[in-house]
């Protein structure tokens, strides 16, 4: 079965410093993998995913993504964080099973950003 | 084009009751599918509705329950709530059951007491 490992539940950084979320799949076939955003009381928005091709992925808001099958892992940086950047992250790996597609999720990582 | 809806935005309930939480799909998406988050946790997922039939399950009892209209918007019921429903209720729509495109609404609060 599918499953994401996030190291880290809470990273904090100072601001214009580089952002470094973990994030490590483990998945018998070729993942989808995804990174979404979730601010205070809000939805998951999607940052940026992961299919198939380009390995680097960039998505919105500055951030970009690099799909690493050797090590398993879809990490997720900003070279110069922003305050508005503080939020919670969640990493993903689609799991599909007959006609159903579901998202298995990480346990997050809250990002702090120090003034 | 209409974003991804849940009403409500926040709910009380008391142990043993039932709720009904309501998700608008986004324009054109034919796919919902429901995710329970508990409080420092991710997304677990519930199940799925695709042409108003339900379309795979999580580890959920049946209590939790499902239903998708033919405007795919879709109804998540949870009968004999316990303390431990006490979550955000993530509805997320996509087309022809992809996950590669999942759009989330805000989500609805649910507190059980």
């Known amino acids: 079965a599918q499953s994401v490992t996030q190291l880290g539940s809470h990273v904090s950084v100072s601001e214009g410093a580089l952002v470094l979320l973990r994030c490590n799949y483990s998945?018998?076939?070729?993942?989808?993998l995804f990174w979404y955003v979730q601010y205070p009381n809000q939805g998951l928005q999607l940052l940026l995913k992961?299919?198939?091709?380009?390995?680097l992925v960039k998505g919105i808001n500055g951030f970009e993504a690099e799909f690493k099958k050797s090590e398993t892992s879809f990490h997720l940086t900003k070279p110069s964080a922003h305050m508005s950047d503080a939020a919670e992250y969640f990493c993903?790996?689609?799991?599909?099973?007959?006609?159903?597609?579901?998202?298995?999720f990480g346990t997050g990582t809250l990002l702090a950003v120090q003034p | 084009e209409t974003g991804v809806t849940q009403s409500p935005t926040h709910l009380i309930k008391t142990r043993g009751q039932q709720v009904t939480l309501r998700c608008s799909s986004q324009?054109?998406?034919?796919?919902v599918s429901w995710y329970q988050q508990a409080l420092g946790q991710g997304p677990q997922f519930i199940f799925q509705?695709?042409?108003?039939?339900?379309?795979g399950r999580g580890n959920f009892p049946p209590r939790f329950s499902g239903l998708q209209f033919p405007n795919y918007s879709s109804e998540l019921n949870v009968n004999a709530l316990e303390l431990d429903d006490s979550a955000l209720y993530l509805c997320?729509?996509?087309?022809?059951?992809?996950?590669?495109?999942?759009?989330f609404g805000p989500g609805t609060r649910l507190t059980v007491t």
């Open positions: 997320a729509s996509s087309f022809n059951g992809g996950a590669y495109e999942q759009y």
């Open positions: 998945s018998s076939v070729p993942p989808y």
């Open positions: 992961y299919t198939t091709g380009a390995t």
């Open positions: 993903a790996v689609s799991d599909s099973w007959g006609a159903t597609n579901k998202l298995i």
């Open positions: 324009s054109g998406h034919n796919t």
């Open positions: 509705y695709y042409r108003e039939e339900e379309n």
